[in-house]
């Protein structure tokens, strides 16, 4: 960080089975790119866009194996800095399982008790 020590690092925990049913389940429409999840936000028929009736897909990096990749090198390679963190006493962590809303109140409320050097 071009010399600079970091006062603060914030880590959104969310379980591994989380990740893995929240990205393998997006869909995108082929023509007009509109997101959805099979679960949290389904289309009013499944595989079409509600939007423009085109057709929903699983982009390659939503894929199973893909998103099992990307968390493997999550673990090797990223984690391991939340553990120097840590010992840093840097490491903020914040729990992101929930809605948007309740992620979003605890990542505001991290900031608001000054685990950010910005809050």
């Known amino acids: 960080a071009q010399g600079r020590r970091v006062n603060a690092a914030l880590l959104i925990d969310v379980p591994e089975a989380a990740i893995l049913e929240r990205m393998t389940g997006r869909r995108i429409c082929r023509q007009?790119?509109?997101?959805y999840h099979v679960k949290f936000n389904p289309p009013a028929r499944a595989g079409?866009?509600?939007?423009c009736g085109g057709e929903l897909y699983q982009r390659d990096d939503d894929r199973e194996e893909t998103v099992l990749r990307r968390l493997t090198v999550y673990r090797d390679q990223t984690l391991p800095l939340a553990a120097y963190y840590r010992g840093e006493g840097s490491l903020h962590q914040v729990d992101g399982l929930g809605t948007l809303a309740?992620?979003?109140e605890r990542l505001v409320s991290a900031l608001n008790a000054g685990a950010l050097p910005w809050a």
């Open 48 to 51: 079409i866009c509600d939007r």
């Open 32 to 35: 007009c790119q509109a997101p």
């Open 102 to 104: 309740e992620v979003t």
